[in-house]
């Protein structure tokens, strides 16, 4: 009977049993974590801010106090908008670049020149 281990076969493992470990949350990088965390902070504070504004405007008497509310509603879910889009950026370019699968090394080797 030959041995199975030169010919690069390995036996199976032994059987174990399954270990039931359940997560409460996904094993993510601490970065993605913060990726996720600015982006529920910036929707709350984009709810939050539309929200007040509209309540604001109950207590004007005539249209043009209205519409002077409506457009600085508008203009301030613009910059909300706009520092959102600008952290998920900046944040996303940075999550890229530190990425840990360039430390694993390259697959396989350069052939031998000499």
């Given at each position: ?5 030169h ?11 399954p ?46 106090c ?43 080797q ?5």
């Amino acid at each position: 009977m030959a041995d199975h281990r030169h010919q690069g076969w390995a036996p199976p493992p032994p059987n174990r049993p399954p270990v039931s470990r359940r997560r409460r949350f996904p094993r993510w990088r601490p970065l993605t974590w913060v990726v996720l965390a600015f982006n529920l902070l910036m929707l709350v504070w984009l709810v939050v801010g539309v929200n007040a504004a509209s309540d604001q405007g109950k207590s004007c008497v005539d249209q043009v106090c209205e519409d002077a509310n409506d457009v600085g509603t508008a203009i301030g879910a613009g910059v909300i908008l706009f520092v959102w889009a600008a952290g998920a950026v900046i944040l996303g370019v940075i999550w890229l670049v530190t990425n840990r699968s360039f430390q694993r090394g390259p697959t396989r080797q350069p052939p031998q020149r000499w």
